[in-house]
């Protein structure tokens, strides 16, 4: 879905260190989210905004941080706290925060671990 | 909250059979039900979802069917073709301020 950009592709981290995952999203969407996805899992909720400096946990928040100063960008930190981080990342959108709408997602950033 | 539940985890058949893949969800308030289909390494993409009000939903070969007092919901994918391999979620959701929940994912294998 070529409304929702996530940058980098691939990105490497250093112990101790933290990284940033960008979202960006034109499509005018006021909920957004972040997924992280293990090899042969699922889908699992890390946080999720449903407006402009609002944000809430979801089921794995520890060791992740997420701002939320412009509509279209929610970008996720991965802490040192994280101490297994590489995954794939996905970030998605959808038009409110109701849960009976379809989201739509990113091509995602794999993470790893140098 | 909501559970939902994704069953095969695992699925092969053979090009041209049918696929089935069943989920069920906890909450009875769940009134939405996407499905989406991610070939490797690449993002998600929503193929099909039905509402609650309807009981059966088709788009050329796929089809999801809802029984909303057993609580569960099925993706039929049928004359299964290469293309169709990837790995297929189910979510459920109500509408309202909550997230869709997600199943664990069926990866299809369809062999040629």
């Known amino acids: 879905d070529g409304g929702i950009t996530q940058s980098p592709k691939y990105l490497f981290r250093k112990e101790g260190q933290n990284v940033t995952l960008s979202c960006e999203q034109n499509l005018n969407h006021d909920a957004m989210y972040w997924y992280r996805q293990d090899p042969g899992q699922g889908l699992r909720l890390i946080y999720y905004s449903q407006i402009v400096n609002d944000f809430q946990k979801g089921d794995i928040a520890e060791g992740y941080s997420v701002s939320r100063e412009k509509k279209e960008s929610f970008p996720l930190t991965v802490t040192s706290a994280q101490k297994n981080p590489t995954a794939f990342y996905l970030c998605?959108?959808?038009?409110?925060?109701?849960?009976?709408?379809?989201?739509?997602f990113g091509d995602g950033t794999r993470l790893s671990i140098l | 909250g909501e559970n939902v539940e994704q069953h095969p985890s695992t699925l092969s058949v053979q090009e041209g059979d049918s696929a089935v893949i069943k989920c069920t969800y906890s909450d009875s308030a769940s009134n939405y039900f996407p499905w989406y289909k991610q070939e490797l390494g690449k993002r998600p993409q929503l193929i099909i979802d039905i509402r609650s009000n309807v009981g059966e939903k088709k788009d050329q070969r796929i089809a999801v069917t809802l029984n909303k007092t057993a609580k569960h919901f099925s993706l039929h994918i049928t004359e299964t073709q290469p293309e169709d391999s990837a790995v297929y979620f189910c979510?459920?959701?109500?509408?309202?301020?909550?997230?869709?929940?997600f199943g664990k994912g069926t990866r299809l294998s369809v062999i040629a």
């Open positions: 979510a459920a959701a109500n509408s309202g301020n909550t997230p869709l929940v």
């Open positions: 998605a959108s959808s038009p409110s925060m109701a849960g009976d709408q379809p989201q739509h």
